[in-house]
């Protein structure tokens, strides 16, 4: 069973930025991909991006270009640095588990989230 906690969420305006984190425990990092979702109620789950070793990928055509996934390997800690905030982007954002950096690959383990309001 691997752990995830999420920080970082909060109330930011329309174009503005925030920086997500999420701390995977024991050795996460080096078994398993580490994924950021999203969630807002009553819509389906939408799969964010996703980062291994070097390798990373957005599966959200919509954040690509403004928001950016990465790992500090020292700290075990991963990242995802969002810009251009939009409205649409309100959600509670979710640090989870992969097997492989896929879209079609199921989440394993999860965090409690994060929410991340964009409102003016």
């Known amino acids: 069973q691997v752990n995830l906690v999420e920080s970082g969420g909060g109330l930011v305006q329309p174009g503005g930025s925030a920086k997500l984190s999420c701390e995977p425990s024991?050795?996460?990092?080096?078994?398993?991909?580490i994924a950021w979702f999203r969630q807002v109620p009553g819509k389906e789950r939408e799969g964010i991006a996703c980062?291994?070793?070097?390798?990373?990928?957005y599966y959200l055509l919509s954040v690509r270009g403004r928001f950016t996934i990465s790992r500090d390997n020292r700290k075990k800690m991963v990242y995802l640095q969002m810009s251009e905030l939009k409205p649409e982007d309100t959600a509670v954002y979710y640090c989870?588990?992969?097997?492989?950096?896929?879209?079609?690959?199921?989440?394993?383990?999860w965090g409690q989230g994060t929410q991340v309001t964009v409102s003016s």
């Open positions: 024991r050795d996460a990092l080096d078994y398993y991909a």
């Open positions: 980062i291994r070793g070097q390798f990373f990928t």
């Open positions: 989870a588990t992969q097997n492989e950096c896929s879209d079609s690959a199921p989440f394993l383990n």
